[in-house]
């Protein structure tokens, strides 16, 4: 069996046209969604994140506001700038790049963002919606994993789903959405014992631990469908996903490369939460000028 290979890069194209298709619709309220893209330090891979996620907003019509802060800034300095774009009616999504410096307490900075801005997903109440299975931004790279899966009609429900990787960012959030469509879900991390005798059972395995070649295709069951969220920079420069992507090719039945996965479709559903967002502060203005006017009417 060779596995059709997912492509993250024509999907994310689809979901931009649909994302340009929404910004032009809001403009004829006068309403332009706005993100607001705080980075902190000057890590290289952070810095090429937020100038393509800049980029793209570009694309699509969204305005971007860029703040940048050294390093060694005092966290703050940091809170304050949230707490005003909070406020603000022309910036409907608030995300900061992560990782922090280290004298950041990341739970402080994710929790001053406003619940209504917070498109990145990770605020404590985002967090508890999911497990409710009501979020009010779902988080971009597992909402991207769901929406790849989606358009491939690659149904869920019923399915033996394993995660690798328990991380507040991917793996539990992955987990807790495939959960909300009745897949059976099972999550392994670094503490796993024998990860193989989880890894075969899987009819979707997506994989997001951040170590190259860990899943091998003696893990794989034959016609599983396999999503790789993981990108390893190789000693060679190459990039990487998690997976031995030639080998597994030939057991699944889906595959996701790397790059060209995964990757594009969080950038893509971050533009989509942005203007999500957008439209409702939009659809809540109208309602509160409706109102205004039937109580001046009356
Ligand atoms: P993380 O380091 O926060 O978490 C990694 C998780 O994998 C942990 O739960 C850890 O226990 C588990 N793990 C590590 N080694 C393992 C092993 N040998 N066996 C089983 N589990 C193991 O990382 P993260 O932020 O969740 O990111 C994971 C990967 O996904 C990274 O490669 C990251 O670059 C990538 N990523 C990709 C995207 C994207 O858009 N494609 C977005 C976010 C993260």
Known sequence: MIAKI??????????????????????????????AVILIGSDPASTVYVRNKIRACAEVGIRSFRFDFSADTEPDAVIETIEEL????????????????????LSRILHTISVDKDVDGFHLYNVGGLVVGDTVFPPCTPYGVVKLLEYEGIPVEGRNVIVVGASN???????????????TVCICHAKTRDLAQFTILADILVVAAGRPNLIIPQMVRTGAVV?????????????????????????????????GGVGPMTVTMLLSNTITSAERMA???ARSRIKDLASTST
Do not use: W
Not at 11 to 17: E, L, N, T, V
Not at 169 to 183: F, N
């Open 169 to 183: 960012i991917v793996g539990k959030p992955m987990a807790l959405m495939l959960m909300q469509r009745d897949a």
């Open 86 to 105: 909070n406020q603000r009616a022309d910036v409907h999504g608030i995300l900061v790049q992560l990782p922090l410096p280290l004298h950041f307490s």
């Open 283 to 285: 659809q809540s203005f």
């Open 6 to 35: 997912i492509d993250g890069v024509k999907i994310s194209a689809s979901i931009r046209a649909e994302c340009k298709a929404r910004v032009e619709r809001l403009a004829r309220q006068n309403v332009v969604p706005g993100l």
């Open 227 to 259: 999503i790789d969220v993981g990108i390893n920079r190789l000693p060679d420069g190459r990039l990487v996903g998690d997976v031995d992507f030639e080998g597994v090719r030939e057991k699944a039945s889906y595959i996701t490369p790397v790059p």
